[in-house]
């Protein structure tokens, strides 16, 4: 019990100490850095103005309505051109005026464009570079005019599309032979207009070739591009002569009869 009393007044002591030193660590220790943020922002002086980079300033106000900040904003971006996704100042078209589209509009035009493409009327084959025509011995000129023009039924055709040139005059000959042994006068002959070829269109000029020479120009009276509703320069019409098989016709004929059995 003695040594009870004499303790009691150290142990006092210890905790007081003990006490104090926690105390100070807290201090040091603990860190609040808003603390004093509301004495900082009294204390600053700071111009409440919002600064651009073009040297104007923009007042800035406490607790200001949306529509206000919404003409402030418009009031700072007078004058700047908005960047676009690209990196290129994108510009806005003001006042777009209507006379392209008023010509493009035009009743007129709008009406012939669409009676080309759903008639091919309007369109004139004969005034273009692929036309071509020509008229046999003694043939008037406007045969083949006339010729271009429909005033000769077609009677048949044929078609010398993806052919060679050898598998084309071939075509050609047998259809020629069997017309004329027919006794048919208008034929048509689609060759194409060569597209595909990388210079000239093959099969097309071998037609004319071989209707303007060799045994064949002498069966055929004229000749010429077709209308647009035919195939246009793509293919020929032919007007054959009205006469009686040459001897020369009747040998290609029987060679050509052997050649099939």
Partial sequence: MFLLKMMIPYACHYY???????????????????????????????DPTLHLCDNRTVPVGDGAEPQEEEELFQKAMEGITPIGRDGIAA????????????????DEVISH???LINTGQGFIVAETPEY????????????AKRLHRGEFSIQSHVDLHGLTVEEAKNAFERFLKDNVMAGKRAVLI???????????PVIKNKVIEWLSSGPWHKWVMAFSSARSCDGGAGATYVL???????????????KDKRGNK
């Fill in 16 to 46: 007081t100490w003990l006490f104090s030193e926690m105390k100070s660590a807290k201090t040091v220790l603990s860190y609040n850095p808003f603390e004093n943020l509301r004495k900082m922002i009294q204390e600053s002086s700071v």
């Fill in 91 to 106: 510009t806005r078209s003001e006042n777009r005026s209507d006379d392209t589209l008023g010509t493009c509009g035009d």
């Fill in 113 to 115: 464009l669409e009676n």
């Fill in 132 to 143: 071509v025509e020509g008229t046999g011995y003694c043939v008037r000129r406007d045969a």
């Fill in 190 to 200: 689609i060759h194409g207009r060569g597209r595909s070829s990388p210079s000239e």
């Fill in 240 to 254: 054959l002569r009205e006469r009686s098989l040459t001897k020369r016709f009747r040998r290609l004929v029987a």
